[in-house]
């Protein structure tokens, strides 16, 4: 049988009466932008993760424009963050006319290396924005300790870690802003595309919120110039619905990790996520390493499984720094050493919380077997 890296269809089996009804109840309501439901999710969503308020958007890029923005961070600044990540992590701080600054990360988290990022702060950094990505969370005890050691301000990239936690604390409550994605493979998934900003910040808040209309702070009457970014009711209808199961859906994805964990702990050419840190993952992926000089090696195994029905996902081929559209910041091959590596070397498993016993041994045995195929020299870093 073939087994997707992600499907929703268990998923609507389940909760599908739920999300019928409240879809239905929003498309008779005729108010389908802003309004209840939409101020419901918010204030939902604020109380899991922990914040005084959040501001929805219709995606976690204008989720990290927006904070920017509100922070007042702009042209002639600088934000230090990772290459090893979804593009829009740059993007958003380049968007506000700011500078991002790469810095490499650590080889057994895959997130921010803190002691690179605090020696490459400068007169011009203004913010740090770390990412808890694959939703493993960065030590924000020491990100915190950083940026109040320097003046900085602190916006996390939560896109792919809802529901993930550093010291019991929902991630998106430590830094100025948390800004999360509710693309439908996320955690919690819209049925489409959103965002929200969380904060404990009124001002903050509220600068956001008129940044997402226009800079409107009353009808017809704008500040500044600001965006057309507002989640949808439909969309708040259905995370409505779907924000209460986040704790078990998020449950289930931590079995699948343990089992996956247990299951390839001892195969040959294989670098499993370092344990460190583990207690608060949500594992919206499953990121295994494939060592080796180049990629060849991970991407002859990654065709062997696709040949045997496992599809995988490459998260991500191209670290940001060396991306066409970064280029004029002089980066050279080798400025990154770990990003560079684990992008040739990491590939993602299937994961998501539907995902069967069965499928996940299938996963194993022909991971097992196509790793045992790979002729290539396996080296690499350890984890």
């Known amino acids: 049988m073939a087994v997707p890296p992600f499907d929703l269809r268990r998923q609507l089996e389940t909760m599908g009466p739920a999300l019928d009804q409240a879809v239905l109840e929003v498309l008779h309501s005729g108010q389908y932008i802003g309004g209840k439901v939409v101020a419901r999710f918010e204030s939902a969503f ?42 829009a992590t740059a993007e958003a701080i380049s968007a506000v006319g700011a500078q991002p600054v790469f810095v490499d990360v650590d080889p057994g988290s895959y997130l921010l290396d803190l002691d690179q990022a ?70 919690l998934g819209a049925a489409g595309d959103g965002g929200c900003v969380t904060t404990n910040d009124p001002r903050l808040s509220q600068r956001m919120r008129e940044l997402a209309v226009h800079g409107m702070a009353e009808r017809y009457v704008h500040n500044t110039l600001g965006y057309n970014s507002r989640l949808d009711a439909l969309q708040a209808a259905v995370l409505l619905v779907k924000l209460p199961h986040l ?50 090696v991970r991407d002859q195994v990654r065709a062997a499984l ?3 029905g496992i599809n995988t996902i490459i998260y991500y081929p191209i670290p940001i720094h060396r991306q066409p559209a970064y280029r004029h910041l002089d980066y050279s091959a080798g400025s990154l050493p770990v990003t ?22 299938q996963v194993v045995d022909s991971l097992r077997l196509a790793l045992g195929n790979v002729t290539a020299p396996l080296q690499g870093l350890s984890a």
């Open 46 to 87: 604020a109380g899991s993760v922990g914040t005084a308020h959040a501001v929805s958007c219709n995606s976690c890029t204008d989720a990290l424009v927006l904070a920017l923005r509100a922070l007042e961070v702009g042209p002639g600044d600088e934000v230090i963050t990772t290459a090893f990540s979804f593009f």
């Open 118 to 187: 605090e020696a490459a702060i400068g007169p011009r950094t203004r913010a740090l924005l770390p990412v808890h990505l694959f939703g493993r969370p960065l030590n924000m005890e020491r990100c915190m300790a950083v940026a109040h050691r320097h003046g900085l301000k602190v916006v996390e990239d939560c896109a792919q870690a809802a529901g993930s936690r550093w010291a019991s604390r929902p991630v998106g409550a430590w830094g100025d802003a948390g800004c999360f994605s509710f693309f439908p493979t996320k955690n």
């Open 247 to 296: 704790p078990s859906l998020i449950s289930a994805r931590q079995r699948h990790a343990e089992a996956y964990g247990q299951a390839l702990a001892h195969v040959n050419g294989l670098v499993l996520p370092s344990l460190p840190g583990m207690a608060g993952h949500s594992w919206n992926q499953f990121v295994v390493r494939i060592p080796g000089a180049t990629a060849q």
């Open 306 to 308: 696709q040949q045997q």
């Open 340 to 361: 560079e590596r684990l992008a040739g070397e990491v590939l993602s498993l299937p994961m998501f919380p539907e995902l069967t016993v069965d499928q996940r041994g």
